[in-house]
């Protein structure tokens, strides 16, 4: 048996681990390198294994660093079953098709710049998109959905079961059992581990036992803000906005921190004051995950699930408006004050918050609200960054609105809470971090040292054979 690591080793996107065992090739995820200059062109390389001689693959969550590339995984070839939870297969389609549609526009744009500056050169070819829908659909079309919680023999001698990771609706990490001839050897994928009480889902699930752990290590070197402190300061700003009379103004990513920032208005809904409150969700995907989210209410924690049974629609909030189309979207520009908007794109460099912006930046009594984060480069950054003006839609807009940055609602565990989550192995099983710049998977491995365990930084190429590991796992599937 063997474990090969291929994309996100040493970095934080593009997972993508091979195992190999009992004859068969899987893929744990099939993710997208985002961010980079180069990242367009990596993306299209070829892969560094032939993708029809894949037997299947286990995909952890939706998110497109995670499953980004599968369908260009089944254009060039693989026919076999693309395992998940059912929550995550839900999500996939509102990604992907997102995906596609971008690669597609992003083509045409290169296309027409080909086309307005110049002639092709000899040999030389109009662009093309990474892949195209018809590649996505097929993707759907492999999906398998598992049961969380309950083991599944994926082919004899590799039995897989998947458990909440706690990230965002559906993420999951994943157990996964590899036999041949008489070794039997237990793996465990952590994918990515949310924050313990983010707000809707349930705790990263605690394993006891493993062979061998592959663990995410984006925040490794961190400390978050606590989530208290995090939603005190929420309170806190949309009280001085309430003051000022002015708009908020949210970007947020569609998927996970959208549903949070909802819920957390829902659940303090009384205490801030919210019903003078008028509370957009200005984003079609954003409406389309939320609605995936409500569907699947076996994903919530406690709290969210006695939330969930007062309201009838997800989000639960009563003065919430939906806005789907592009007409609904600029209705909101009339709006003085009153109003929450959240819309996206995340990092502002695209999307319907941009027009929000437009307006509402040059006002004093605006606020917007910073909650993700913001890569170098995009308007959220220069938001973050205090300029006193910037661009948009090719025009200068005046920044007199308050910017808050608010820190604490990252979908990662911070160095405490991945720690935490290592802690509950029997054992010290050895760990190889993954998902996670040098610097921060450094810094984890050298916490993890501390603790006894042998932690390796993982490398793309790197190869292991989990069968030369000692045994330390004593469960083994009933299934
Ligand atoms: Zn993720």
Same mark, same amino acid.
């Given at each position: 048996m063997q474990l090969e690591f291929f994309g996100a080793a040493g970095e934080v996107t593009g997972s993508c681990h091979i195992v190999r065992a009992a004859g068969r090739q899987m893929l744990l995820d099939c993710g997208m390198i985002q961010g980079g200059a180069d990242a367009p062109a990596r993306n299209r390389r070829a892969f560094s294994f032939e993708p029809a001689s894949i037997d299947a693959v286990v995909l952890s969550h939706a998110h497109i660093d995670h499953c980004g590339r599968l369908p260009l995984l089944v254009k060039r070839g693989f026919r076999g079953p693309i395992y998940t939870n059912a929550a995550c297969a839900d999500l996939l389609p509102i990604l992907l098709r997102d995906t596609a549609d971008l690669a597609l526009r992003e083509a045409q744009r290169e296309n027409r710049y080909i086309g307005t500056n110049r002639d092709l050169a000899h040999g030389e070819e109009r662009a093309t998109p990474l892949f195209a829908m018809e590649d996505v659909d097929a993707v759907l079309r492999q999906v398998r959905p598992v049961a969380f919680d309950q083991p599944k023999e994926l082919f004899p001698g590799i039995t897989v079961r998947v458990r909440d990771a706690g990230h965002i609706l559906g993420s999951s990490s994943i157990e996964m059992w590899l036999t041949e001839d008489t070794v039997t050897r237990k793996l465990v994928f952590s994918g990515d581990l949310g924050q313990y009480d983010t707000p809707i889902l349930h705790d990263p699930f605690a394993f006891e036992s493993a062979d061998l752990v592959l663990m995410e290590s984006t925040y490794g070197d961190r400390r978050h803000r606590s989530r208290d402190d995090t939603e005190r300061e929420l309170g806190g700003i949309l009280a001085q906005a309430a003051r000022d009379g002015g708009n908020v103004i949210v970007p947020a990513f569609a998927i996970g921190r959208s549903q949070e920032i909802l819920y957390l208005l829902a659940r303090h809904y009384g205490e801030w004051h919210m019903a003078k409150w008028r509370i957009f969700l200005d984003s079609p995907m954003a409406i389309a995950a939320s609605r995936v989210y409500w569907k699947h209410p076996d994903r919530f924690d406690e709290e969210a699930s006695r939330l969930r049974?007062?309201?009838? @629609?997800?989000?639960?909030?009563?003065?919430l408006v939906l806005s789907e189309t592009a007409d609904e979207s600029r209705a909101?520009?009339?709006? %003085?004050? @009153?109003a929450i908007i959240i819309a996206g794109s995340g990092m502002a460099n695209g999307g319907r918050v941009l027009h929000h912006l437009r307006h509402n930046l040059p006002r004093p009594e605006c606020h917007v609200l910073i909650v993700g984060f913001q890569a170098p480069g995009t308007l959220g950054r220069q938001l973050v960054d205090r300029r006193p003006e910037v661009r948009i839609h090719g025009r200068p807009v005046r920044v007199a609105a308050q910017i808050h940055t608010l820190g604490g609602l990252s979908a990662h565990g911070d160095q405490a809470q991945l720690l935490r989550w290592y802690d509950?192995?029997?054992? %010290?099983p050895p760990v190889f971090l993954v998902h996670g710049e040098v610097p921060a998977a450094e810094a984890l491995a050298g916490k993890l040292r501390e603790r006894g365990a042998t932690a390796t930084v993982a490398r793309p190429g790197l190869q292991i054979d989990p069968a030369s590991l000692p045994a330390l796992a004593a469960d083994r599937p009933t299934a």
């Open positions: 049974e007062g309201f009838r @629609g997800m989000p639960p909030l009563p003065n909101i520009n009339a709006l %003085r004050g @009153g509950s192995f029997r054992g %010290r």
